[in-house]
């Protein structure tokens, strides 16, 4: 299923994207999209069968904003340089462990909303990700497989990223991280079911049309499963928390003098394969 979630910002309403590409209303039977809906088997299912019989209505009218497609996020796990072709542009060494950093909740948007360039920022810069969003409570996994099956779902994200903030002004990567507008997600919550192979999806990313990033996720370090797993050994995860998992080649760090890095007024387009497209206009803070 894809689920996602319309309307103004704080006022969005959950909903289902069917087969024929036509929005349809799930106000009747959830209240939102959240990590108590995901950890619900039974009133997932219920979704699914009213889907397959045709029974939810047609959200009419003109065509909506697209909000964050998970509401009420738990917390934001980011794992850094776990793709090896980013390693090598970067000129960093792959990681012997995933290297982990957050992002607070507040700094979602929806995938076409405005990103802001933070004031005095220079070196804003772009990363496409395959988001994952945690279904079941995990505590110390004991595998890959295990990781994987504690996922409800994928979305596109876009760990947007000040490198100034992040590696030249001390402290941790948090400072260029954490900026208003800096993780874009969705437009879709993509449930796991239709993700047979996460480490078989295509990422791709635009700025003012020119292609910038195109990469598979074939190409991390490590993949999704021991990505969860990890994680797990050092933090509990709970349904509605969301990883995102890394970004392939081709950010504005990694180009030569002078780095093409973001500026006001910039179109940004990025997708992930079956997970939707986003598209995001640059402003000033």
Known sequence: MKLLRVGTPGQERP????????????????????????????????????????????????????????????????????????????????????????????????????VLIPRGSVKTDWEVELAVVVGRTARYLESAEAGLAHVAGYAVAHDVSEREFQIERGGTWDKGKNCETFNPLGPWLVTADEVPDPQALSLRLWVNGELKQDGTT??????????????????????????????PAGVA?????????????????????????????????
């Not at 990505?227 to 509605?240: D, I, K, N």
């Not at 990694?254 to 890095?261: A, D, L, M, V, W």
């Open 218 to 247: 074939a190409e991390q370090i490590f993949p999704v499963g021991e990505v969860v797993r990890y994680v797990s050994q050092f933090m509990t995860l709970y349904p509605g928390d969301v990883i995102n998992t890394g970004t």
């Open 15 to 114: 909903a289902l994207l069917d087969a024929g590409g036509a929005l349809r209303d799930l106000t009747g039977l959830v209240a939102d999209i959240d990590g108590t809906l995901l950890a619900d088997a039974e009133a997932l299912g219920r979704i699914r069968a009213a889907a397959d019989v045709g029974a939810l209505p047609v959200l009419d009218g003109a065509a909506p904003r697209i909000g964050p497609p998970l509401a009420r996020i738990g917390k934001i796990v980011c794992i850094g340089l776990n793709y090896h072709d980013h390693a090598r542009e970067t000129g960093a060494e792959p990681p012997a462990e995933p290297v982990i950093f957050f992002k607070t909740p507040d700094t979602v948007v929806g995938p076409d909303d405005t």
């Open 253 to 285: 760090m990694g180009r030569p003098e002078p780095k093409p890095y973001l500026r006001a007024g910039d179109v940004v387009e990025l997708e992930v394969t079956g997970l939707g497209r986003q598209r995001q206009v640059l402003a000033r803070a």
